[in-house]
């Protein structure tokens, strides 16, 4: 199943990147970091204060204590891998970057984080309902097997 992350372009700021996830007949608001470039000759976007760079990565269910379930994105030709001791010896390259909940840009490091609704306090753009948009997530994705997101 492909699922799309349509980012938008007249929300961008510099300190957070707003798009719409579009998943089997659902919409939901997604906040995630800025773009910021990674090292020369890189695809991927700076390690920790980045969104990750747009194209197709594989999703895979991911279940710990802390987050419950979540999804952990990857593609090597995009730099991104599932786990640190993935990465090729010497590469630069982003792991661990999932969707999760949040609200606020501030409060990932590179990862996605869906909502029912954009949200404003103080100025700052992030997402409302995180929690509920990853609980109906859960239910949509259940069992899904060859899970892919696109982003654009």
């Known amino acids: 199943m492909l699922i799309s992350l349509i980012r938008d372009a007249v929300q961008e700021h ?13 919409q939901f608001e997604t906040v995630e970091r800025p773009w910021v ?7 991927c976007g700076h390690s920790g204060t ?27 030709a995009l730099g991104v891998y599932r786990y ?4 090729p010896s010497g590469a630069y390259a982003r792991s661990l970057v999932l ?10 490091l590179g990862c996605i984080a869906p909502g ?15 929690r509920d948009a990853m609980n109906a997530l859960r239910v949509l994705l259940l069992n899904v097997p060859d899970l892919q997101l696109s982003i654009t």
């Open 99 to 108: 969707i999760h909940i949040a609200n606020w840009a501030h409060e990932l």
């Open 14 to 26: 510099d300190y957070c990147t707003l798009g719409r996830l579009q998943v089997a007949g659902h």
């Open 84 to 87: 640190p001791q993935d990465i």
């Open 50 to 76: 980045s969104c990750i760079g747009v194209g197709t990565y594989r999703l895979d269910p991911r279940d710990t204590e802390a987050k419950g379930r979540h999804w952990i994105l990857s593609n090597s």
């Open 37 to 43: 470039p990674g090292p020369p000759g890189t695809v």
């Open 116 to 130: 029912t609704a954009r949200a404003q306090t103080n100025g700052e753009w992030g997402v409302s309902g995180s």
